[in-house]
């Protein structure tokens, strides 16, 4: 990678290289284990002029995005953050009965569908053909489509401008940021307002989330560095929330640049912890590397220490975090027996690279096993309480990130 995607920069440092893995959510059915199997670079690095941290786009959005194994419904604490989002937004912007929301990277409705209860006119553009048919099933409005300027154009012409965009856990997913950018505001009106979450930078270096470095995600923001995004296509930011959502994200609130006036004193408080961890020079990551392989030796000797006293460890969840996590400390099945999941798209299926068998949630009450590698780390408080029954039996709970820790439950 040469060229930062965002500014033409020259000037790219490395932050951690995780070697080579497959794209983190090409799930494999059984009659693919014997076929070859593409794994991709997967070194991040950083622009030292504009600060935006970023993978080289080594594939492409159809290839991911076409047919999709995520679907947001499936976690219940993200559909009650979708709805406490929606109720906060009706009441400040405010949203009547005229209003028109758009969503972007809708996915299989969970946000919208709130929107839709209210009586509230929206649409969702969803570029994954299988999570679009299920919002269309669920009542959601859903246009499968991705966004560019050329189709933010022609959904405003059609339906007219939007009072409220919302692209949540999108902003990473695109390598034309510019096109992205401009696409949303060829969406919103001339005075109104766009709501992007993002996964958070800071979070990521300060609580060592690595696995949340994948191929989808092409770049990884700063407010800092979302700021100069966001006027690549004419928007402004002008307020940010802190969230807790994906181990920390930013809720970045921003309105076309002819309207914004001034951005919030909370801007410039994130804006300057940003600036004390260093994250506008190359100090700020500097450790980085060294704390996330520290994450590989302590999963693998907990694993291997495990399979040589006879114990078994299967895991809970297959998140794409989950494959980065698995593929860096080259975790197999004789190490982690299979993992389980919600969402039946995935059973049967095998996970990237590693290859561990997907299971249906059930088998682990059925097999009792000793230890539960919880993947998606970030539901740790609604995960704990799913899996509490773990603990008639004296299993327990690890968690990986962001360093290994057991959890214990009195029975």
Not at 32 to 54: G, I, M, N, S
Not at 147 to 159: F, I, K, N, S, Y
Request: net charge negative; hydrophobic share 40%.
């Amino acid at each position: 990678m040469t060229r930062c995607r965002l500014c033409g920069s020259e000037a790219m440092a490395s932050v951690v290289d995780l070697g080579a893995t497959p794209p983190c959510e090409s799930f494999l059915s059984a009659d693919q284990l014997d076929r070859p199997e593409p794994a991709y670079p997967l070194h991040l690095r950083v622009c030292t002029d504009c600060w935006l941290a970023q993978l080289p786009p080594l594939i492409t959005p159809e290839e991911t995005f076409t047919q999709y194994a995520y679907f947001s419904s499936y976690s219940t604490s993200w559909v009650e953050h979708a709805r406490a989002f929606v109720a906060d937004a009706v009441g400040r912007l405010p949203l009547g009965p005229d209003a028109f929301v758009v969503e972007v990277a809708s996915n299989d409705g969970y946000l919208l569908r709130h929107l839709v209860d209210r009586g509230i006119r929206c649409l969702g553009i969803e570029p994954s053909v299988n999570v679009g048919a299920a919002a269309r099933e669920a009542g959601v409005p859903t246009l499968t489509e991705f966004l560019d300027p050329a189709t933010g154009t022609a959904v405003r012409e059609e339906h007219g401008p939007a009072d409220l965009v919302v692209a949540n856990n999108v902003y990473a997913h695109i390598p034309d940021v510019v096109g992205f950018t401009e696409g949303l505001r060829a969406l919103v009106a001339d005075d109104g307002w766009v709501s992007i979450e993002v996964q958070h930078l800071l979070t990521l270096i300060e609580e060592n989330q690595y696995d949340t470095i994948y191929h989808e995600h092409f770049q990884y923001y700063t407010v800092a560095s979302a700021i100069r995004a966001l006027a690549s296509g004419g928007l402004t930011l002008v307020d940010v929330e802190l969230l807790p959502t994906h181990g920390g994200s930013v809720r970045l609130w921003a309105r076309p640049a002819e309207v914004a006036g001034e951005p919030s004193a909370r801007v410039s408080d994130v804006l300057e912890r940003e600036k004390a961890a260093g994250l506008r020079e190359l100090t700020g990551y500097a450790e980085f590397s060294a704390r996330v392989a520290k994450v590989r030796r302590d999963l693998l000797r907990f694993l291997i220490e495990a399979a040589e006293r006879g114990e078994t460890v299967v895991g809970y969840g297959a998140p794409g975090k989950g494959n980065t996590l698995l593929n860096h400390c080259g975790v197999r099945p004789d190490l982690l027996a299979y993992t389980v999941d919600r969402n039946p798209y995935k059973h049967g299926r095998f996970t990237p690279g590693a290859r561990i068998p997907v299971l249906p949630p059930e088998q682990i009450e059925a097999d009792r096993p000793d230890w539960v590698l919880v993947l998606p780390w970030n539901l740790r408080d609604e995960l704990v309480e799913q899996l509490s029954f773990v603990h008639e039996w004296g299993g327990r709970l690890v968690f990986p990130i962001p360093e290994l820790s057991i959890v214990e439950v009195e029975r």
